[in-house]
């Protein structure tokens, strides 16, 4: 699976959008981009997930660029309770084989969000 | 609201015992998950079952540990004998083959070994 680099922290204030970056320039072309955060001392928890087009939900939007060597997660209005490390991570769709589903975390962002 | 349920939520145990750890999948989820997440390491893949067989456990320390699956709602993590350097949080997760790779967590035990 492809190598995710994202910066070690930043920080939001309350009620602003928050856009975590992360570049995965060696992404092939069957490989998913997906995005989990972990508040403190829970589990992670899945927020969204893409291939090429963008992506949104309840959570959040997934915005990648078109060579796809790129995403952004954007939380749209920040609250305290978003205050976690954001992972970014590929991940290839080989359905059916014994790598489907697994999933490689890096050190992640850390957002913490302001009042 | 379904959820992937851990026990126990803390243990704490002297080096050389044995410690099972017990996970229960979503309902209906077929893929189950092990990680430990310590603050050197970050979150690692211990060992993932798919319809309760094992597919991967290239992550877990084989002469001390093992995990099983006795039946679709029970996922077990044993360790035997525990050591120091096992001390961490072990986070159980599922999903389902059709999720594309939706893991669901749970809260996770935390393990220290004295």
């Known amino acids: 699976d492809a190598k995710t680099t994202q910066p070690p922290s930043m920080d939001c204030a309350e009620g602003r959008a928050a856009n975590l970056p992360c570049n995965h320039s060696t992404i092939s072309g069957n490989e998913y981009v997906y995005w989990y955060r972990q508040i403190h001392s829970q589990g992670p928890q899945y927020i969204i997930h893409?291939?090429?087009n963008n992506e949104t939900n309840e959570m959040a939007s997934l915005i990648i660029t078109e060579d796809r060597k790129s995403s952004t997660l954007i939380l749209p209005h920040a609250t305290l309770r978003d205050t976690a490390v954001y992972y970014c991570i590929v991940r290839a769709s080989n359905a059916g084989g014994t790598s489907y589903g697994k999933l490689t975390f890096g050190q992640g962002t850390i957002l913490t969000v302001h009042p | 609201d379904a959820r992937v349920t851990q026990t126990p939520r803390d243990k704490v145990t002297e080096m050389g015992q044995e410690v099972t750890m017990r996970c229960q999948p979503i309902?209906?989820?077929?893929?189950v998950f092990w990680y430990r997440q310590t603050m050197m390491q970050g979150l690692e893949l211990l060992a993932y079952?798919?319809?309760?067989?094992?597919?991967?456990d290239s992550g877990m320390p084989k002469d001390r540990f093992s995990a099983e699956m006795p039946d679709a709602t029970l996922a077990t993590l044993k360790i035997q004998p525990s050591e120091p350097r096992d001390s961490a949080v072990y986070f159980c997760?599922?999903?389902?083959?059709?999720?594309?790779?939706?893991?669901?967590f749970g809260p996770g035990t935390r393990l220290t070994v004295t």
């Open positions: 309902l209906g989820h077929n893929t």
């Open positions: 997760a599922s999903g389902s083959y059709q999720g594309l790779g939706e893991q669901y």
């Open positions: 893409g291939l090429k």
């Open positions: 079952f798919r319809n309760r067989a094992p597919l991967d």
